[in-house]
């Protein structure tokens, strides 16, 4: 039996559903960040924006005391990158996508990172990470101290890679810098329980699928994932998209209709959304792309606009005046530009304390 052909507006849909963007969710914070499996997290901000924007409940305070009470860890994890990612998760996922920890080590350092004796680093680093709780750039120090003819940058980041690591708050919270002290997980969040890859597959495609195994390569930063969830695969339900590509999705789950209505919503930068699928087009047009993601290390605040992202945005304080602006990429209709002032001023309320006027201001499309 031939695999049912899905159109670009049925994915585009469904992974609005699953990512709480087509209606609010009534979920607490540590249920929805459970739900999208991890939160890009390279400055504190942007993921307070992205629960907001999920959610129809929710508070600063909500994310940072969970942060705090250490039900949810800020960690390298996917792709190499800091991320949000409930405790129970890190200890059960981490172990899996070790592989891509490993693999930014190698693409960033090369021969350095060849060189050295990662068992080492780990009996030196774990103790003083435990005691000391310490930056960065002290446990750099550290490291040379004992080795001083190795490269420090490259055995602090191996630790980062081979040794589990997380933040500990104030790091990662509403404001504050990106200056963070670290500890290991295990000191921090417990013992872990390992689970496996194919249950990762599946977790990932409850909140972005249906997706091909390249996209979830995209998402973990791993390859050659192919021959490894072949025996997974086989137990999901296969799509084909418009360009015939096989997508595979939970049997249980169902897919969106794809006329449903797509209200505004405002993504923050770096949102995983724009990240999680070797395609991005069923988010974000092409045309676009480099409007949104404007350096290797940069994705910009983006706005959906009938499902897709169709502006980017940005907020900033003139004294006693807040102001949104939003740069659009077509030109606007009255009810779409109404839509997305009163989304904008609700954002920036919450992005923005104590100002005497709060607006939304639009450029114009080149």
């Keep these: ?11 585009n849909r469904t992974l609005l559903a699953r990512q709480r963007l087509l209606k609010r969710a009534e979920l607490d914070s540590r249920a929805a960040i459970e739900s999208l499996l991890a939160l890009q997290s390279q400055i504190p901000n942007p993921p307070y924006i992205g629960l907001w924007t999920r959610l129809r409940h929710f508070e600063r305070n909500d994310l940072t005391a969970l942060l705090e009470a250490r039900q949810v860890a800020r960690a390298p994890w996917l792709r190499s990158t800091l991320h949000l990612v409930t405790a129970a998760d890190h200890q059960r996922f981490q172990a899996v ?11 960033f350092f090369g021969a350095r990172a060849r060189a050295l004796d990662i068992e080492r680093l780990i009996k030196i680093a774990k103790p003083y990470l435990e005691a000391e709780k310490p930056a960065i750039g002290a446990l750099r120090d ?22 589990p690591l997380v933040q500990i708050p104030p790091s990662g919270t509403w404001g504050v810098g990106t200056r963070a002290t670290y500890t290991t997980a295990e000191s921090w969040l417990g013992p872990a329980e390992p689970s496996d890859l194919g249950a990762l597959f599946r977790r990932y495609l409850a909140a972005y699928g249906p997706a091909s195994v390249m ?39 169902t897919l969106e209709d ?109």
């Design 97 to 107: 996508i070790q592989p891509a920890l490993a693999r930014g080590l190698r693409s």
């Design 258 to 366: 794809a006329d449903a209505p797509a209200p505004i919503r405002f993504l923050p930068e770096y949102d995983n959304i724009l990240i999680a699928h070797k395609d991005r087009g069923r988010i974000l047009p092409e045309e676009h792309r480099k409007k949104v993601f404007v350096s290797a290390g940069r994705v910009l605040g983006s706005v959906i606009i009938d499902g897709f992202v169709g502006a980017i945005w940005s907020a900033r304080r003139e004294l006693a005046r807040a102001i949104l602006n939003v740069s659009s990429f077509d030109v606007l209709g009255d009810e779409v530009r109404a839509a997305i002032d009163k989304e904008g001023q609700a954002l920036l309320r919450f992005i923005i304390d104590g100002a005497d006027d709060y607006r939304v201001e639009f450029t114009r499309p080149p």
């Design 142 to 163: 550290h490291l040379q101290e004992h080795l001083p003819d190795q490269d420090k940058q490259a055995m602090a980041y191996a630790v980062r890679s081979y040794l």
């Design 1 to 11: 039996m031939a695999a049912e052909k899905l159109t670009l507006r049925q994915l």
């Design 215 to 253: 996209d979830f390569q995209t998402w973990t930063g791993m390859t050659r994932l192919k021959t490894p969830l072949a025996a997974t695969v086989g137990e999901l339900v296969a799509y084909r998209d418009a360009a015939g590509k096989v997508c595979y999705d939970l049997p249980e789950l």
